[in-house]
């Protein structure tokens, strides 16, 4: 059994909580765990890393990272970097070991900017939204099992933006992802308090509209609480787009159907940037990415293709679990 089909399978599914078109599922552990990392917004506002680009002149897909504390820090797939030449994303999910340097892959969510604005990047409230990010996600996973690298298709990078932009309505000088959040602030933010994690939560599944559409886990309840808000805004970008009566609750069997096909999905490895083992999750209209630290799932996203709401293979009806029950794999 891999490391994510065990850790999946000890958590349970918890009461789902609704806003307008997004409805989020709480993934619960039944035995938390504190985090021995900082995640990357304490570790910026601490002073003890920092990101920059590699060299004065620059290249879009790699930044430098050094970590002078003396605690590893967590960067997650899709989390946004903002200044320096251009914005932007991660493209996994990365440790840097304590007092280290690395060199990260990364992708551009500012196409029309290449002029410094500040040298060394900030962070920003908010991930890559879900459906470009679930698109980077599949193609860093083609890359890696290809042997190139975990780096992007960058110009369908581009290509999402630019067709989001054009449903929003909104022209951004630089095609900055960051323009359409900021444009869209005032509905976004009034979907962030409308979700709160609950005891022991480590993760979430996340649906649209009434269709599930993703999945992210964590190691520590602490670390997922801290990022909620970052991951709320980001399918909310999505959610703000459907037709104002496009909101059901989607049924318990779609969640825990979407989390017995993740934990079953194949899973190929390959050596992490920072510490521990890059995992690549894929199956027929699924695609996703984590961290495995030792024996430890530290970090997963993953999502599923339009439409993919198979029914669990028995074609049984499945009730969801109280959160003091455990996911099971068995029919």
């Not at 999910?93 to 280290?100: C, G």
């Not at 040298?119 to 939204?129: D, E, I, T």
Request: with cysteine; net charge neutral; hydrophobic share 40%.
């Amino acid at each position: 059994m891999t490391t994510i089909a065990s850790e999946l399978e000890g958590l349970s599914i918890g009461t789902p909580q609704q806003f307008r078109h997004l409805t989020v599922f709480p993934l619960v552990h039944p035995t938390p765990r504190a985090p021995f990392y900082l995640t990357l917004d304490e570790a910026l506002a601490q002073g003890t890393v920092q990101v920059t680009e590699v060299s004065k002149g620059g290249r879009v897909p790699e930044l430098r990272l050094l970590n002078r504390g003396n605690r590893p820090v967590l960067l997650i797939d899709g989390e946004e970097l903002v200044g320096a030449k251009q914005n932007r994303v991660l493209n996994l999910t990365i440790l840097a070991a304590r007092h280290s340097e690395l060199v990260i892959p990364v992708s551009c969510v500012e196409q029309g900017r290449w002029s410094e604005v500040s040298p060394a990047f900030c962070a920003s409230p908010r991930v890559h939204f879900a459906a470009g990010r679930a698109a980077k996600v599949a193609s860093v996973s083609d890359c890696l099992a290809q042997g190139q690298g975990a780096v992007s298709d960058q110009s369908e990078v581009w290509r999402h933006i630019a067709a989001k932009a054009a449903r929003m309505d909104h022209h951004s000088e630089t095609g900055a992802m960051a323009d359409l959040f900021r444009h869209a602030e005032k509905d976004l933010e009034a979907y962030v308090p409308a979700f709160s994690a609950v005891p022991g939560q480590v993760g979430a599944i996340f649906a649209l509209g009434g269709r599930v559409v993703g999945l992210e886990a964590f190691f520590s309840p602490d670390t997922f609480a801290k990022l909620l808000p970052k991951l709320i805004r980001s399918y909310a970008l999505d959610a703000i787009e459907l037709p104002e009566d496009h909101s059901p609750v989607p049924p318990p069997d779609s969640a825990v159907s979407f989390l017995r096909k993740v934990a079953a999905a194949e899973v190929q490895e390959s050596p992490a940037v920072g510490l521990g083992k890059t995992l690549r999750v894929k199956a027929a209209g699924l695609a996703g990415i984590g961290l495995q630290v030792d024996n430890d799932l530290i970090h997963l996203a993953a999502f599923g293709s339009n439409g993919d709401q198979e029914p669990h293979p028995s074609g049984s009806r499945i009730g969801m679990r109280r959160a003091s029950q455990r996911f099971r794999g068995q029919s």
